[in-house]
Nanobody
Framework: VQLQASGGGLVQAGGSLRLSCAAS????????MGWFRQAPGKEREFVAT????????YYADSVAGRFIISRDNAENTVYLQMNSLKPEDTAVYYC????????????????????WGQGTQVTISS
């Protein structure tokens, strides 16, 4: 099972990027998916999550209103559209999938996810 994150890069503040996370090895269409990030010298933190249906999403306060998480279950892919980017958004971004039994909760903790992608670097210049 693999999660392959891509789409990172270097953009100026105010710009946009779209990250993709393609899953292989199994279908994740029925699993909650999430994005996390880790800035240099900081702990990994929650960014956004989407329920298996894709209809319900939840965001960290720091990105709410600027980022949009979505999923294409037919493509086994989850996306993170990032708008109005700020220098403080600079980090390595990781996608994650939860495959253990899930309730209707929205999962925001690292320990609640079972599979992780390798990370993609996002750098925002001021």
């Amino acid at each position: 099972v693999q999660l392959q994150a891509s789409g990172g890069g270097l953009v100026q503040a105010g710009g946009s990027l779209r990250l993709s996370c393609a899953a292989s090895g199994r279908t994740f269409s029925s699993e909650p998916m999430g994005w996390f990030r880790q800035a240099p010298g900081k702990e990994r933190e929650f960014v956004a999550t989407v329920r298996r249906s894709g209809g319900t999403t939840y965001y960290a306060d720091s990105v709410a209103g600027r980022f949009i998480i979505s999923r294409d279950n037919a493509e086994n892919t989850v996306y993170l559209q990032m708008n109005s980017l700020k220098p403080e958004d600079t980090a390595v971004y990781y996608c994650a999938a939860r495959v253990r039994c899930s309730s209707s909760d929205l999962y925001t903790r690292i320990r609640e996810y079972d599979y992780w992608g390798q990370g993609t670097q996002v750098t925002i210049s001021s």
